[in-house]
């Protein structure tokens, strides 16, 4: 495994406005999970990539894996004050049994 | 899905103590490990904690500080030795159920040293 970069580190948004965090490697991940840590809460799974190209959305949240495998993106379509909180990429560890974690992207959202 | 308990939930520490965090899984799990989480910042993984043998250390990190058990597959301890006020940081122990592949996390112990 390998780090992660996770762009942008913050982002503050009006509600009901788009929000979009990056995740990059300088090599081919077999697979990414992302993850979402509330203020004062502990990271929760939200999903796993595994295919090349491969696009999964969760209702406003849409998660997509590069072709290359190199690159993930995570997009929330019109934030809502729910959606407050660290979102984070995560890539396997050399072992390919832990996780490595990305910085993560904090997302702020105003009403 | 898993159920992950951690004790204690927050502590405050003396330098040059030691402290150790207990987890417990309401199920059995294979794959159990410890984070570490400073103020503000990501997650870096301390080891994997490997039932019935020596836990297995990232990089920068070494058994003599954080000493780890593992007499189980549902629970499994992290000590933090020789506390420094650097040492100050959320620890969490996650679970991978053997069906799965997303990690459960625990809900964190904060430590701080003073």
């Given at each position: 495994g390998q780090q992660v970069m996770q762009i942008p580190q913050y982002q503050h948004v009006q509600e009901g406005e788009d929000f979009t965090t990056y995740c990059n490697s300088s090599t081919t991940l077999s697979n990414i999970q992302w993850y979402k840590q509330r203020p004062g809460g502990h990271p929760v799974f939200l999903i796993q990539l595994v295919k090349s190209g491969e696009v999964k959305k969760q209702k406003r949240l849409t998660f997509q894996f590069g072709e290359a495998k190199k690159n993930s993106s995570l997009h929330i379509t019109?934030?809502?004050?729910?959606?407050v909180g660290t979102y984070f990429c995560a890539d396997s560890n050399q072992a390919g049994t832990a996780l490595i974690f990305g910085k993560g992207t904090t997302l702020s959202v105003s009403s | 899905s898993a159920v992950i308990s951690q004790k204690p939930s927050r502590d405050i520490c003396q330098r040059g103590t030691s402290l150790t965090i207990q987890c417990q899984v309401d199920s059995q799990v294979t794959m159990m490990f410890w984070y570490r989480q400073q103020p503000g910042q990501s997650l870096t993984l301390i080891a994997t904690a490997n039932q019935g043998s020596e836990a297995t250390y990232e990089s920068g990190f070494v058994i003599d500080k954080f000493p780890i058990s593992r007499p189980n597959l549902t629970f499994s301890t992290l000590t933090v030795s020789n506390?420094?006020?650097?040492?100050?940081s959320i620890y969490l122990c996650s679970v991978v159920p053997s069906s799965s592949y997303e990690q459960y996390f625990g809900p964190g112990t904060r430590l701080t040293v003073t």
């Amino acid at each position: 495994g390998q780090q992660v970069m996770q762009i942008p580190q913050y982002q503050h948004v009006q509600e009901g406005e788009d929000f979009t965090t990056y995740c990059n490697s300088s090599t081919t991940l077999s697979n990414i999970q992302w993850y979402k840590q509330r203020p004062g809460g502990h990271p929760v799974f939200l999903i796993q990539l595994v295919k090349s190209g491969e696009v999964k959305k969760q209702k406003r949240l849409t998660f997509q894996f590069g072709e290359a495998k190199k690159n993930s993106s995570l997009h929330i379509t019109a934030t809502q004050t729910t959606d407050v909180g660290t979102y984070f990429c995560a890539d396997s560890n050399q072992a390919g049994t832990a996780l490595i974690f990305g910085k993560g992207t904090t997302l702020s959202v105003s009403s | 899905s898993a159920v992950i308990s951690q004790k204690p939930s927050r502590d405050i520490c003396q330098r040059g103590t030691s402290l150790t965090i207990q987890c417990q899984v309401d199920s059995q799990v294979t794959m159990m490990f410890w984070y570490r989480q400073q103020p503000g910042q990501s997650l870096t993984l301390i080891a994997t904690a490997n039932q019935g043998s020596e836990a297995t250390y990232e990089s920068g990190f070494v058994i003599d500080k954080f000493p780890i058990s593992r007499p189980n597959l549902t629970f499994s301890t992290l000590t933090v030795s020789n506390m420094s006020p650097e040492d100050s940081s959320i620890y969490l122990c996650s679970v991978v159920p053997s069906s799965s592949y997303e990690q459960y996390f625990g809900p964190g112990t904060r430590l701080t040293v003073t």
